[in-house]
């Protein structure tokens, strides 16, 4: 079926650095979603977007937090800077027009700060 | 307030057994709910979805789920589970026609040989 890829699998990196989590959402599709997973916890809506604008966020999408799609290419998520509590997986999701509530998610990038 | 709850955080159940994966929720207006599967290591696949009609609805690889207004749940089913059902199992709600999902804590099915 339809893939999302998300790039990398795992991102290491130090408090206070940036980092850009990267995805590939389905090529038809036109609505993006970030998603957040602490271990052992349930998945949380972060974000989604649409047309080049982020439609709704949620109260875990902190001013650290940006989204982007530049000319179609990868959808992004950027942290700028890191905190320890920022340390899980990032699921991006995509879905296509007809159908917004069927999400196709990517296997996720997980993301420890130390 | 918008919520999911699944009850059971995990379920262990032998090969060929029947396994019923429950799912509870409160919602108000006009209501979307769909099971997701995770298998370990990949991200969240789709199983199965409801919002209007028959109550009963089937999904992929024998799956069927019910939803029921007046308990307010959304449970999944399965007559005879093979070892590859092994995953957790996510509930989620939203509005109809809206990306923004809410999901429940998941369920981990474990299947015995």
């Known amino acids: 079926g339809p893939k999302v890829l998300q790039i990398p699998s795992h991102q290491i990196i130090d408090m206070g650095q940036m980092v850009t989590l990267n995805c590939d959402p389905v090529s038809n599709h036109l609505y993006f979603y970030w998603y957040k997973q602490i271990l052992g916890q349930q998945m949380e809506f972060l974000v989604n977007?649409?047309?080049?604008?982020?439609?709704?966020k949620s109260k875990l999408f902190k001013d650290q937090f940006s989204v982007e799609r530049p000319d179609g290419s990868y959808f992004t998520l950027k942290i700028q800077p890191t905190a320890l509590e920022d340390s899980a997986v990032y699921f991006c999701a995509s879905s296509p027009t007809g159908e917004r509530n069927t999400l196709y998610f990517g296997a996720g990038t997980r993301l420890s700060v130390l | 307030t918008q919520t999911v709850s699944q009850s059971d955080a995990h379920v262990t159940v032998f090969e060929g057994d029947s396994v019923e994966l429950r799912c509870n929720y409160s919602?108000?207006?006009?209501?979307?709910l769909s099971w997701y599967i995770q298998h370990h290591g990949h991200g969240l696949q789709f199983l199965l979805k409801y919002y209007s009609g028959n109550p009963v609805v089937q999904g992929v690889n024998g799956f069927e789920a019910e939803f029921s207004k007046s308990d307010s749940s959304f449970h999944l089913r399965k007559a005879s589970v093979h070892w590859s059902d092994s995953a957790v199992y996510f509930c989620?709600?939203?509005?109809?026609?809206?990306?923004?999902?809410?999901f429940g804590q998941g369920t981990k099915l474990s299947i015995k040989p």
């Open positions: 989620a709600v939203s509005g109809y026609n809206q990306g923004k999902l809410i």
């Open positions: 977007f649409y047309n080049g604008k982020v439609m709704e």
């Open positions: 919602y108000g207006g006009s209501i979307y």
